[in-house]
């Protein structure tokens, strides 16, 4: 038995579930029973030996992915590690190296190894370079770049396995055709060749390397909508059809799985899509980019986005893909990794307060306490982004003094709404305000506690109480 899954199955409980019990604030038996249902994935391939184990499924706390990787015009090791550092330190609970250009072998291994979160490939990438152009990669070939980043640790893979040479019709007389690159590399081989997806024809022997490896499978959604126009179309769902297959398929071999989904949708139809992947999958954890809920705003995509995934995650989506101010338009960099990650942090956050996630509104209310008690310091300390929130409030009132000031340069001395309340409440005998959050003994999961760890720029640590560091990278 190598998988979380199969020995879930059994009745084990693993020491990853133990750890994951611990920092959901959960019963241990309570992971094992999700992961035995396949409605929770733990991505830890055994060679991955940095890894501190987490949880995605919908019962558990909403997750973030960030995307992280070098392209042919831009990166290097050193790039890619300080990204890495960097999507780690602001929020990231999973990372997928998507590099396509130099160096991909030394950059994966080098990710794997100083990540405590789990890293994510998309293999059919790294065939392509290696290929040279998408119909020229054999079954032989894409088999053995599976099984070397299995070997690598990779924790999990999207698998573009459930489009199909019968849905590509489907997607005649979209606005924006097929735009995942996993999607149309297999659309132009499948086109080329003649023949069907072969990673849908080899889906059996990439469930044995996984199933040796532990690799989770993520199920990528080739045929997601590119635009909000073309959102909720027959190929999309005729793609979901075949995922939820896919998944049975996966389950039968003992093997992880959890479901990628789209894209671009309109607000009004984001539960819907949740919805439906749940029931079609039976279950098995969603795993949503974005969705941008308008096409509109190239550089501000991870606000369009954030918005379509509050939405998907209130709806039941486990796991979110962030989206950084660069989509559309380039590579990002390492102030887009933290815009990104800013802004799907607190689209998780916002689901799990709004599906009344035990203890997650706690952050919430120790934050407005000392919002309310101009304990400036704490305000800092309890921020998502601490350094963003102390930068910005020192920059018109920098002093120490100004600390424990009874007002901001928002509203000025005279026009503190909050002062004044006090005042009031002081001489008229207004009943007082709450004041009594403990943070220390809250049943928060550790993803929704105060960032204590995230930002500490000494990369020595493995793990702080809380969130993990990346291991033995410079800031
Ligand atoms: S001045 Fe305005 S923004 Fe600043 S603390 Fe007072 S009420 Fe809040």
Redesign the pocket.
């Known amino acids: 038995m190598t998988t979380q899954l199969q020995r879930a199955r059994d009745g084990e409980i693993t020491s990853a579930m133990e750890r994951i019990a611990e920092r959901e604030t959960v019963d241990a038996e309570f992971v094992r029973e999700q992961v035995a249902d396949g409605q929770a994935v733990i991505p830890a391939n055994v060679g991955h030996e940095t890894l501190d184990p987490m949880i995605i499924g919908r019962e558990f706390s909403t997750k973030v992915n960030a995307n992280i990787g070098n392209s042919e015009e831009t990166s290097d090791l050193d790039g890619e590690l300080e990204k890495l550092h960097t999507a780690v330190h602001y929020g990231a609970d999973t990372v997928m190296d998507l590099s396509t250009g130099a160096n991909l072998d030394e950059i994966r291994e080098a990710n794997v190894e100083h990540s405590p979160v789990p890293v994510g490939t998309v293999p059919i990438y790294e065939a392509v370079k290696r290929a040279g152009s998408p119909e020229e990669i054999t079954h032989e070939l894409l088999l053995d770049v599976i099984e070397k980043q299995a070997e690598q640790g990779v924790d999990y893979m999207t698998i573009h396995a459930g489009v199909l040479m019968e849905h590509l019709p489907l997607t005649d007389g979209r606005k924006t055709g097929i735009v995942s690159r996993g999607g149309s590399i297999m659309a132009k081989w499948m086109e080329e060749n003649g023949m069907q997806n072969p990673l849908y024809t080899k889906y059996e022997e990439i469930c044995e390397i996984f199933r040796e490896h532990d690799v989770t499978f993520s199920l990528g959604d080739g045929l997601r909508p590119g635009c909000i126009a073309d959102a909720s179309d027959e190929a999309q769902f005729a793609e979901l059809d075949t995922l939820g297959e896919l998944t049975r398929k996966a389950w039968d071999e003992g093997v992880q799985v959890m479901v990628e989904g789209p894209g671009h949708v309109p607000m009004d139809e984001v539960a819907d899509n949740v919805e439906r992947q749940q029931e079609v999958c039976d279950g098995a954890p969603f795993y949503v980019l974005g969705p941008l809920v308008t096409d509109i705003a190239p550089g501000y995509d991870h606000i369009t986005s954030a918005i379509g995934a509050t939405e998907a995650g209130r709806a039941g989506a486990a796991m979110l893909c962030y989206v950084t101010p660069k989509e559309h338009l380039g590579l990002p960099e390492r102030e887009d990794v933290r815009e990104g990650l800013a802004a799907y942090r607190i689209a998780a956050h916002a689901a799990d307060v709004a599906n009344g996630r035990e203890g997650a509104s706690d952050w919430d209310d120790a934050l407005s306490e000392a ?1 309310y008690a ?1 304990d400036w310091s704490e305000q800092f300390e309890l921020a998502l982004d601490p350094e963003r929130a102390k930068a910005y409030h020192d920059k018109t009132l920098p002093g120490d003094n100004y600390k424990d000031a ?8 005279e ?5 004044i309340d006090q005042d009031a409440r002081e001489g008229d005998e207004m009943a007082s305000i709450a004041d009594e959050t403990d943070l220390e003994g809250s049943a928060a999961a550790s993803v929704n506690r105060p960032p204590v760890g995230t930002h500490d720029s000494d990369a020595e640590l493995h793990h702080h109480e809380g969130r993990p560091t990346v291991v033995g990278d410079d800031d």
Request: net charge positive; with cysteine.
């Open positions: 919002r101009f009874r007002f901001c340069s928002m509203c000025g001395v026009f503190c709404s909050m002062r």
